[in-house]
Structure formats: C-alpha cells, structure tokens
C-alpha cells in the first residue's frame, strides 16, 4: 500500500532535499530524497570522490544502567561484551525462532551502548528490547532517541578529506567501526567511522536541531572534492555491489543469519540470548538455503523476487539485483536451496517469462581498492 504524503515524516533536512530539486519518494514512514541527479551520478561520485547521504529516518535507541552490557548480549545474537570503548559491532535481534527482526549496528559509547536500527523497524526493535526489559531481570535503562538524533553520512575515497576539514580529530586514529566524540563544523557530533556503501566514510550523529547547520557545512566544504548529495537510490546499487544485505530483501523474519551468510556474527559461546536454541540447531545441520551472489550472463537484469531455475526446475527466488555501475556486469543476489548453492554453478533467472542464464559467483561484487602504501 502506498504511504499518503499527509501522513508521511520529514527529516530535519527535508527543506533542503527539496531546494536541491530532489526526487522524493515515500520510504519507511518517511519522505526521503531517492536522487538529487541521478542515481547512476551519485553511485559513481561515492566510488570515485565524496557523497553525503540523509540518514536520519533511522532508529537510535541508547541503553545504559548497571546491566546495560548483559541486556545487550541478551537481546542481540552478536557479544556487545567483546567492545572496546568507542567500537562498533554489527548485529542482529533474533526472534525465538531465529529470524531475524533487524540488523542494527551496536555503538560502545560513552554511558552504554547505541544501537542503530533500520528506520522501517523502529517499533520492531523498541517493541522487542521493551519487552524483554519489562519481562527480565535487567537493571537498564532504555531511551529512544530517534526523534532528537540527525544521522549524516559522509561515504567515498574522500571523506576523510572532507571530513578532516571541518574537525579537529585525528582521523587516521579512528579506525573501521570505531567512534569518538567530537566536533565537525562546530556541531557536537558522535564521529563513527562506518557506512553502508562498501567505501570509506563516516556517519555522524548529531542533535536534530543542528542537522541543517552540518548538512550545509558539508555540501559547502566539499564542493572542490566532487561531493553531491546522494539518494536512497545510490545507497541501494552501493550496498548491493558490496554484498551487504537490505532487510526487507535479503533479511526478514523468515530467514536466519546462518542461511543469509551472517553465521559469523552469531556467538552461540556467549551464553542464552534470544532465538539461541534455534540458532543452535541451525548452526549443527547447516542451513537449508544460502544467499549467492548471481552474475546474469546476457542482458537481462534480475529482480527482486524472479524465480531461478535449478536444472529447469524453479529452486530459489532472487532478492536484490541490478545493472552494477562499477562493474559494468548485471548481478544480483537470491535465495538457494544449501545443496543448489555452489560457487562456479550455472544457474537460470526466469526474466519476464523468460529463462536468461546466470552463474553463481562470491560475494561481495565489489571490493573497494586498498590505500596505496604511504
């Protein structure tokens, strides 16, 4: 069903995507800019230069309180325990069952820890860390702070640049899923160095209120680096050729962090956390289907949602897929039976009724180059 524009939320900066002329489409309960340019610009301008993307439609929810530590490893499959200060771990909430309710990115900040979550599983997530608060036995204390929190993301080789112009902090001491606070143009900030783009970059939380001033001073600061502002649509073909999987696509209550490639991130080690038993089980006979990477080899583009044939035989569906603009190759990403997924195997993709031939390939698509030796 399509979301009434009356009823949809603005981010702080909704002014400003429409000065830009930006293309707005309804997205999670919000209006959000899915390209100022086109997405094809503003892909190849996060590759090769700077882009800055609006995040601020996600969720940001802060534990803190005695118990903090063991509400997280209770509530996620991953072991917060293992962070450092100012390290960052990306995640999963498990239902009992072991699907999966959201990916979110978990903070070790200052006073406990921020968990980031999709925007389109806020309730989800503040529902599920509710409850298991009300009905536990942990001494936490659970702020949702979504609606006084502006996510900005500075994504590409050059970020770092931009960013090291409008900020005091050493940002070659602040590693991959590390994050400190600090000031960036003059607006307090948490600095986190990580992103959804399969690039360097940074995402900076910050006040709502001082999101305009932020957003400004970036776009201003980077005009000679090649900085656009840059859509949902980029964000998509970016994470797809990175390999990074989109809830809604690839994840969803269906499916199990094991049969999405995602084994790693669960610490059955840790102890009893929610959907561990499930997972156990998952973890002893193996999946029953996997996530592949599919490179089509004619030109048809797959979908989302295109059945792939097995022998002729209709074996999995596709989740994402593209035409990839660094690669110039169209991939895609889609569900296997565990015994059909094999890298190297021939596989077919019904595209408008049409049986289009594919091979089976590693994920990511994309690996972004390594800095060159100083």
């Not at 596709?318 to 990403?333: D, F, K, N, Q, Y």
Request: net charge negative; aromatic share 6%.
């Amino acid at each position: 069903m399509t979301e009434a524009p009356a009823t949809l939320r603005h981010t702080p900066l909704h002014a400003s995507h429409l000065a830009l002329s930006a293309r707005m489409v309804p997205y999670a309960g919000y209006e959000m800019p899915v390209q100022y340019t086109s997405i094809l610009d503003e892909h190849r301008t996060v590759r090769g230069a700077v882009g800055v993307f609006d995040l601020s439609h996600m969720g940001e929810l802060h534990l803190s309180g005695p118990e903090a530590l063991a509400f997280a490893r209770y509530a996620v499959v991953s072991d917060p325990g293992l962070l450092e200060p100012g390290q960052a771990q990306y995640s999963m909430l498990c239902a009992p069952d072991g699907g999966i309710i959201d990916d979110v990115i978990v903070y070790r900040v200052d006073d406990g820890y921020l968990m980031v979550c999709n925007a389109a599983n806020h309730d989800a997530v503040l529902a599920q860390l509710e409850s298991l608060s009300a009905h536990g036995d942990f001494d936490v204390h659970l702020a949702d702070r979504s609606d006084e929190t502006a996510l900005i993301a500075p994504q590409g080789p050059r970020a770092a640049e931009l960013l090291g112009r409008l900020t005091d902090l050493d940002l070659s001491e602040l590693g991959n899923y590390r994050s400190v606070p600090g000031r960036v143009a003059g607006t307090e900030c948490l600095v986190a160095r990580t992103g959804y783009t399969g690039e360097d970059g940074f995402e900076l939380f910050c006040a709502a209120r001082r999101a305009q001033r932020l957003w400004d001073a970036l776009i201003s600061t980077g005009a000679d680096l090649g900085l656009r502002p840059c859509g949902l649509g980029s964000r998509d073909t970016l994470r797809l050729e990175a390999g990074m999987p989109l809830y809604g696509n690839e994840l969803d209550r269906s499916v199990n962090p094991y049969e999405a490639n995602l084994g790693r991130v669960v610490k059955l080690e840790k102890g009893e956390f929610v959907g561990r038993a499930a997972l156990a089980a998952v973890q002893q006979t193996g999946p029953r289907r996997r996530l592949v990477g599919l490179m089509m080899r004619d030109e048809a583009i797959a979908r989302h949602g295109y059945p792939v044939l097995v022998d002729g035989a209709e074996s999995g569906v596709v989740t994402s897929g593209t035409l990839s603009p660094t690669l110039g190759e169209r991939i895609a990403m889609a569900y296997l039976p565990a015994a059909d997924a094999a890298v190297g195997a021939e596989v077919e993709v019904v595209v408008r009724d049409r049986p289009h031939p594919a091979e089976q390939v590693k994920l990511p698509f994309y690996r972004r180059p390594k800095p060159d030796p100083a």
